[in-house]
C-alpha cells in the first residue's frame, strides 16, 4: 500500500530540487495545498547558484508553452 504525507500549509520546508542533473537548493514555506495536484512554495532562502538555475528552468518553461 501505498500512502503519501501531505504538508499543511504553512509548513517549513528545506529540500534539494533536481532535473537533469542540476540542483536547486533552498528553504521554503508551503502557501497552497490542492489534492492530487499539487503545492506551491514561497521561497524563503536560496542561494544565488540556485535562484540562477530556478530562473533558467522557469524561463524554459515559459516558452515551452
Same mark, same amino acid.
Given at each position: 500500500?501505498? +500512502? &503519501? &504525507? !501531505?504538508?499543511?500549509?504553512? /509548513?517549513?520546508? &528545506? %529540500? !534539494?530540487? !533536481?532535473?537533469?542533473? #542540476? #540542483?536547486? =537548493?533552498?528553504? /521554503?514555506?508551503?502557501?497552497?495545498? &490542492?489534492?492530487?495536484?499539487?503545492? %506551491? @512554495?514561497?521561497? @524563503?532562502?536560496?542561494?544565488? %547558484?540556485?535562484? /540562477? +538555475? @530556478?530562473? +533558467?528552468?522557469?524561463?524554459? @518553461?515559459? =516558452? /515551452?508553452?
Amino acid at each position: 500500500m501505498c +500512502t &503519501r &504525507r !501531505t504538508l499543511d500549509v504553512g /509548513a517549513r520546508v &528545506r %529540500g !534539494t530540487l !533536481t532535473h537533469e542533473g #542540476q #540542483q536547486v =537548493k533552498m528553504f /521554503a514555506v508551503v502557501r497552497v495545498v &490542492r489534492l492530487r495536484v499539487g503545492m %506551491g @512554495l514561497e521561497f @524563503l532562502d536560496i542561494d544565488p %547558484g540556485s535562484n /540562477a +538555475t @530556478l530562473l +533558467t528552468w522557469i524561463e524554459y @518553461l515559459c =516558452k /515551452a508553452r
